[in-house]
C-alpha cells in the first residue's frame, strides 16, 4: 500500500459527459502529480500541483483541468469526454525533497481510476 | 523533447534465467533516472534511482546500471514474483517540477 488513495477505482460514462477523479496523498506529502496511461500512449505526465499551486504541467488537454486543495487533496476533472479518454488515470505524491534534491523522482502512486468513456 | 525507448517490449523467461532489459534515452541534462514496477492493475512502485553513469544499485534479484546513453536492469535468477511490468523513467535537469518521461515499459513474465 503506497499511502496515496483514488477513488472512484472504476468509472464508465458516456461521450459528452465530465468525470471528477479524486486523490489523497500520502501523509505530510506536498506534491501531487496525475498521469495517465493508456495502451498506446504509456504513462504520460499531466499535471503536478505542489502545496496547492500548479508547478508543472505537461500534454493535459484544455478539457481536462486539476486542482489541490488546503488539506492536499486533489481532484481532475475530465470534460466532454471523448472515447480517446478512457484510460487508467494515476495519481501520486511525493516527499519533499531533500536538500540535495535527490529524491525528485521518487514517486508513490495510486492504484489509479479506470475511465471507460462508451 | 525528453525520450525513453525501451526494449524489449515484452520478455518471457524460464525462472533462474537471468536476462537484461534495456532503457535508452534522450535528454538535455540529467537529474535522474528511474526504475518502477507495475503489476496488473496497479500504479507503479518506486525500485531505484541512478543519478550518474557508472552507478549501479541492487534490490534483491535486480541491479540497475547506467551509462551515458542508456539504463540496463539486470534481473538475475529471476523468480514468478519478479513477473511485471518494469518502467523506465527520466528526469531533466530543466524539468519543471518534477516531471518524469516514462518509457513504454517491458512486460517480463517468469513461469517456473
Known amino acids: 500500500d503506497s499511502g496515496v488513495t483514488q477513488t472512484p477505482k472504476h468509472l464508465i460514462t458516456a461521450t459528452g459527459q465530465r468525470v471528477t477523479l479524486r486523490c489523497s496523498p500520502r501523509s505530510g506529502d506536498l506534491s501531487v502529480y496525475w498521469y495517465q496511461q493508456s495502451l498506446d500512449q504509456g504513462l504520460q505526465f499531466l499535471i503536478q500541483y505542489y502545496n496547492g499551486e500548479e508547478r508543472a504541467k505537461g500534454n493535459i488537454l484544455e478539457r481536462f483541468s486539476a486542482q489541490q486543495f488546503p488539506d492536499l487533496h486533489s481532484e481532475l476533472n475530465l470534460s466532454s469526454l471523448e472515447l480517446g479518454d478512457s484510460a487508467l488515470y494515476f495519481c501520486?505524491?511525493?516527499?519533499?525533497?531533500?536538500?540535495?534534491?535527490?529524491?525528485?523522482?521518487?514517486?508513490?502512486f495510486g492504484e489509479g481510476s479506470r475511465l471507460t468513456v462508451l | 523533447e525528453d525520450q525513453v525507448t525501451q526494449s524489449p517490449e515484452a520478455l518471457r523467461l524460464q525462472e533462474g534465467e537471468s536476462s537484461s532489459l534495456n532503457c535508452s534515452y534522450t535528454v538535455s541534462g540529467l537529474r535522474g533516472l528511474f526504475w518502477y514496477r507495475q503489476d496488473p492493475g496497479k500504479g507503479p512502485e518506486f525500485l531505484f534511482t541512478l543519478y550518474s553513469a557508472g552507478e549501479e544499485k541492487e534490490k534483491e534479484r535486480l541491479k540497475a546500471t547506467l551509462t551515458k546513453k542508456e539504463s540496463f536492469l539486470h534481473i538475475t535468477a529471476p523468480k514468478p514474483e519478479d513477473s511485471a511490468t518494469y518502467l523506465c523513467?527520466?528526469?531533466?535537469?530543466?524539468?519543471?517540477?518534477?516531471?518524469?518521461?516514462f518509457g513504454g515499459g517491458t512486460r517480463v513474465l517468469v513461469k517456473p
Open positions: 501520486a505524491s511525493s516527499a519533499r525533497p531533500d536538500l540535495n534534491k535527490m529524491n525528485t523522482g521518487e514517486l508513490f
Open positions: 523513467a527520466v528526469q531533466a535537469l530543466d524539468a519543471a517540477g518534477n516531471k518524469l518521461t
